[in-house]
Antibody, heavy 123, light 106 residues
Framework: QVQLVQSGAEVQKPGASVKVSCKTSGYTFTSRDIFWVRQAPGQGLEWMGWMNPNGGDTAYAQKFQGRVTMTRDTSKSTAYMELRSLTHDDTAIYYC????????????????WGRGTLVTVSS | SYELTQPPSVSVSPGQTATISCSGDRLGSRFVFWYQQKPGQSPLLVIYQDDKRPSGIPERFSGSTSVNTGTLTISGTQAMDEAEYYCQAWDSGSAVFGGGTKLTVL
């Protein structure tokens, strides 16, 4: 079955960076886009961007442009999301999700989700 | 920026029909997706491309759209359906989520 297993919780100081991993299994990693969504405590869902694991193409939400990088290691079927210059407002659960298989990323849905990685930014 | 508006909360009695709305400018010209999220869990896709159910999602979940509104309907609502529901659409290459609707089954 399709699984997306994320790395463990992190505590970082303001100004630091965090890199979250998302190891996939149960399907061909390069066949589906990977999306990242975050959720602040008690808040709704916020889309961060997507990555095409096949060619490495990415697109980021304007809010995170210049501060986020999404990469992958195809040999490990793993996607990564790095967020830099953290502030307290970045405290959230970060989810990776698999795209529904539509060629155009911006028409996709998120059909399988990781369990999330809690990132806490605290001084 | 594009916005999707959902009612903060909806209440329904067990066995009755719950409807959750999602409004946005010309939403009917875009695909709408719906996710269910229970406390402490990841979101779960329940409707994609307006009205399609993923494998494993009960038939009581259905979706529809009109000019500016997407609607998630849960027929014969069960206690297990109590959750937060989010609508989602795409605008200019970015995914947009509604603020979420807390469905209470009482």
């Amino acid at each position: 079955q399709v699984q997306l297993v994320q790395s463990g919780a992190e505590v970082q100081k303001p100004g630091a960076s965090v890199k979250v991993s998302c190891k996939t299994s149960g399907y061909t990693f390069t066949s589906r886009d990977i999306f990242w969504v975050r959720q602040a405590p008690g808040q709704g869902l916020e889309w961060m961007g997507w990555m095409n694991p096949n060619g490495g193409d990415t697109a980021y939400a304007q809010k995170f442009q210049g501060r986020v990088t999404m990469t992958r290691d195809t040999s490990k079927s793993t996607a990564y999301m790095e967020l830099r210059s953290l502030t307290h407002d970045d405290t959230a659960i970060y989810y990776c999700a698999r795209g529904g298989g539509i060629v155009v990323p911006a028409h996709n849905w998120f059909d399988s989700w990781g369990r999330g990685t809690l990132v806490t930014v605290s001084s | 920026s594009y916005e999707l508006t959902q009612p903060p909360s909806v209440s329904v009695s067990p066995g009755q029909t719950a409807t959750i709305s999602c409004s946005g400018d010309r939403l009917g010209s875009r695909f709408v997706f719906w996710y269910q999220q229970k406390p402490g869990q990841s979101p779960l896709l329940v409707i994609y491309q307006d009205d399609k159910r993923p494998s494993g999602i009960p038939e009581r979940f259905s979706g529809s759209t009109s000019v500016n509104t997407g609607t998630l309907t849960i027929s014969g609502t069960q206690a297990m359906d109590e959750a937060e529901y989010y609508c989602q659409a795409w605008d200019s290459g970015s995914a947009v989520f509604g603020g979420g609707t807390k469905l209470t089954v009482l």
